[in-house]
C-alpha cells in the first residue's frame, strides 16, 4: 500500500507563497489520482486541489482558484501544490491523499492512503 508523506508547509506572512510536496514510498504515484486536502483550526476537512494519474485533469476549490497550482512530476513520483497569494484563512494541517481512478480527478472519495500532514500557517 502506498504510503503519502507531504512537506513543503511552513509559517509565511500574507501574499506570500509556499511550495507542498506529496511524496510516496511503497508505489508509483502514477497510478494514483491524488488529492490535496486541508483541515482549519477548529474547522472541518475540505478539498482543495486534485490531480489525475496524467495530470491531464486538475480542479480547484473555489476559494483557492487563481492562487494555487496543483502539478506532478511522475518521474520523481511527487505530486506539488504551488500556494501563491497566501491568505490567513489558508492557515490549515494540509494532506495529500490518493483518490479513485477516474479519468477527470474529483475531491471525493472513497479515499485511500492519506499523508500525516504539513503545517502551514499564514499570519503577520
Known amino acids: 500500500q502506498v504510503q503519502l508523506v507531504e512537506s513543503g508547509g511552513g509559517l509565511v506572512q500574507p501574499g506570500e507563497s509556499l511550495r507542498l510536496s506529496c511524496g510516496a514510498s511503497g508505489s508509483k504515484l502514477d497510478n494514483y489520482n491524488i488529492g490535496w486536502f486541508r483541515r482549519p483550526p477548529g474547522k472541518a476537512r475540505e478539498g482543495v486541489s486534485c490531480?489525475?494519474?496524467?495530470?491531464?485533469?486538475?480542479k480547484y476549490a473555489d476559494s483557492v482558484k487563481g492562487r494555487f497550482t496543483i502539478s506532478r512530476d511522475n518521474a520523481r513520483n511527487a505530486v506539488y501544490l504551488q500556494m501563491n497569494k497566501l491568505k490567513p484563512e489558508d492557515t490549515a494541517v494540509y494532506y495529500c491523499v490518493t483518490l479513485p481512478f477516474l479519468e477527470e480527478c474529483a475531491l471525493s472519495g472513497p479515499f485511500g492512503s492519506w499523508g500525516q500532514g504539513t503545517q502551514v500557517t499564514v499570519a503577520a
Open positions: 490531480i489525475s494519474s496524467s495530470g491531464g485533469s486538475t
